[in-house]
C-alpha cells in the first residue's frame, strides 16, 4: 500500500477508533445513571411506603364508607368486544365498597354482542336520553339503557365505533358525578379500591385533580366473583419477568415520582379524576395512543398556566389488577405500542420540556423521560453493537468491558432485587417463599435477551410516532384468570 493510500485509511481508522471509544463512554455512563435514577426512585417510594404502613390503621376506610361527605363517583368502562367477561366485570365492579357511586359502560361499536351480554345480564331497557356535549365526540351515541328493575347504578351506552378515547369521553359526558373514575373492562378491582384512590381528594378535595393506583398482574392468581384471593407469581418466565417490571415502574417508580410532585402518569387502567378539570382540557386525545398519560400531562400543562396550585397524586397501594401478555408476539405489539404512545406526547407537549414555566414539570420530569425513557432503547442497542465493535478494534479494553457488564446489567440486576425486596417489605403480597424466588428468577431473566428484545420492539414504536404511521391498537388475546374449575377466555381488537 502506497503512502499516500494508506495515511486517509489510517486517519480514518484513527478517527473512528477515538469515536468508538467516545460513544462507549458516553454509553456506561448513561447506564450508571438511568439505574442511578432507579434506584433513587425506590428510595424514595420505600420511604414513602414506611409512612403510609405507620398510617394504615388510621386510613379511615371504614368512616369514608359510610360517610355522606365522601364525594360520589362515576366508574366509566369503555367496552370493544368484551362479550365474554363484560357480565362478570360489572358486576364485580357494582359490588365495589363505596358510599355513592354509578358505573357507566360505553359500549364502542362491539361486533361480538357486548350490549346482549349486558341486556341479559341486567334486564337492560333502551331509554331516552340527552347526553350532554360537554367534550366533542366523533362516534356518535345510538342508544342509552337502564336496568328496568330499579336502583341498579347502571347506566349503558352503545355508541359508533371511535377508539378507547373517544369511548372515554362519551362516558365523561355521561357522568353525573364529581369524580370520574376510568377503569378498563377486563381490569379486577379489590373491594376498596374507590376508597384508597378516593382518599386523596376526601383530605385535600381543593387542590388534588387526579390520582392513581398500582396496577398489579393476575397472571397466575385465583380469582373468585371478580376479586383477586390468592396473589401468585406467574408460573412462566415471560410472566415473572413482567411481575418484576411492573413493580419498579407502575408501583415505586409512579409513587417515587408522585413523593416529588412529578408524577407524569396515571395508567388507564384505574385512575381517578376530577370531571370539571378533565372538561376543561377537552378530555381525552383521541388522537393519541396513549390518551391516559397524554391527559395527565394536559393537566399539568393547563394547571401550571393558570397559576393554580393543585396536586396529582399516586396511591401506593396494590387495588387493581390486570392481566399481561403471555406471549412473545402480543407482548411485541403492546410495547411497541406504548412507546409509540410515549413519542406521541412528548412531541405533542415538546415545548414544555426543559421550560421553566412548567416547574418540576418542565425542568425534571419530562427531560427524564425524554432521556431515559424515549431514548433508552436506542442507547441500550447502541451500547449491544458499539461494545463488542470497540472491542474488536481494540478501542475497548478487558477492563472497560467488564465495568460495562456492571454498571449495565448487575447494577440493573440489584436494583430489580431491591425492588423485589421493598415491594415485599410493604406489601408482603406473596405468602410462599417460591413466589419471591420466582420474582427474584424474573430479575435476572429480564437482563438476559428480555431487555433486549423489548428496546429492539420500543425502537420501532419510537419510529412509528415519528413517521406518524396508522395507529393500530393490536389484538390482546387473554388467557383468563383463574377460579376454582373455571378458567375463561377473553379477547379482543380495539381501532
Aim: glycine letters at 10%; a neutral charge; hydrophobic letters at 50%.
Amino acid at each position: 500500500m502506497s503512502v499516500a493510500t494508506g495515511e486517509p485509511w489510517a486517519s480514518l481508522l484513527g478517527a473512528l477508533h477515538t469515536l468508538i471509544t467516545v460513544c462507549d463512554s458516553v454509553v456506561i455512563v448513561y447506564f450508571l445513571a438511568i439505574n442511578t435514577s432507579y434506584l433513587v426512585l425506590i428510595l424514595i417510594a420505600l420511604g414513602e411506603f414506611v409512612r403510609t404502613l405507620r398510617r394504615a390503621p388510621f386510613a379511615g376506610h371504614d368512616e369514608a364508607a359510610t360517610s355522606p361527605l365522601t364525594p360520589p363517583v362515576s366508574v366509566i368502562m369503555p367496552a370493544h368486544n368484551e362479550a365474554a367477561g363484560i357480565a362478570e366485570a360489572v358486576r364485580a365492579m357494582l359490588l365495589l365498597r363505596y358510599p355513592e357511586f354509578e358505573v357507566v359502560v360505553v359500549d364502542d361499536g362491539s361486533t361480538d354482542g357486548t350490549l346482549d351480554a349486558l341486556r341479559e345480564a341486567f334486564d337492560l331497557a333502551e331509554v331516552e336520553y340527552v347526553v350532554p356535549d360537554d367534550i366533542p365526540v366523533r362516534g356518535r351515541v345510538t342508544s342509552v339503557h337502564l336496568p328496568r328493575g330499579g336502583p341498579v347504578r347502571l347506566v349503558v351506552a352503545r355508541k359508533d365505533n371511535g377508539g378507547k378515547a373517544d369511548a372515554l369521553n362519551v362516558g365523561i359526558n355521561l357522568a353525573r358525578y364529581p369524580l370520574v373514575c376510568m377503569v378498563d373492562a377486563d381490569s379486577i378491582l379489590d373491594s376498596e379500591a374507590l376508597l384508597a384512590v378516593a382518599k386523596p381528594f376526601c383530605d385535600d378535595p381543593q387542590r388534588v385533580v387526579a390520582s392513581g393506583g398500582v396496577v398489579g398482574l393476575a397472571n397466575g392468581c385465583t380469582v373468585v366473583a371478580g376479586r383477586v384471593v390468592e396473589a401468585r407469581v406467574p408460573p412462566d418466565l415471560l410472566g415473572r419477568v413482567q411481575v418484576v417490571e411492573y413493580l419498579r415502574a407502575f408501583l415505586l417508580g409512579r409513587t417515587g415520582w408522585s413523593k416529588l410532585g412529578s408524577l407524569l402518569i396515571i395508567a388507564g387502567a384505574f385512575g381517578l379524576f376530577r370531571k370539571d378539570a378533565v372538561v376543561a382540557v377537552g378530555g381525552m386525545d383521541p388522537d393519541c395512543i396513549g390518551e391516559d398519560a397524554e391527559l395527565v400531562i394536559r393537566l399539568h400543562k393547563h394547571m401550571r398556566e393558570q397559576g393554580r396550585d393543585y396536586r396529582i397524586v399516586f396511591v401506593s397501594e396494590p387495588i387493581s389488577w390486570s392481566e399481561a401478555p403471555s406471549k412473545l408476539k402480543v407482548l411485541a405489539h403492546q410495547r411497541r405500542r406504548w412507546h409509540r404512545g410515549l413519542t406521541e406526547i412528548l412531541l405533542k407537549h415538546r415545548r414544555m420540556v426543559g421550560n421553566p414555566r412548567y416547574g418540576r414539570i418542565g425542568l425534571v420530569a419530562l427531560p427524564f423521560y425524554v432521556v431515559f425513557e424515549l431514548l433508552a432503547p436506542l442507547v441500550e442497542l447502541a451500547g449491544l453493537i458499539l461494545v463488542p465493535l470497540g472491542v474488536l478494534m481494540g478501542a475497548v479494553n478487558a477492563d472497560f468491558l467488564w465495568r460495562f457488564l456492571v454498571v449495565a446489567y448487575v447494577y440493573a440486576v440489584v436494583v430489580g432485587m431491591v425492588s423485589v425486596a421493598v415491594e415485599e417489605y410493604a406489601f408482603h403480597r406473596f405468602t410462599r417463599w417460591r413466589d419471591v424466588w420466582g420474582g427474584l428468577v424474573g430479575v435476572v431473566a429480564e437482563n438476559i435477551g428480555y431487555r433486549q428484545l423489548t428496546a429492539w420492539w420500543r425502537l420501532r414504536g419510537m419510529w412509528d410516532g415519528l413517521r406518524k404511521s396508522p395507529q393500530v391498537w393490536g389484538a390482546m388475546t387473554r388467557a383468563g384468570f383463574e377460579s376454582p374449575g373455571q378458567v375463561t377466555e377473553k379477547g379482543g381488537d380495539r381501532v
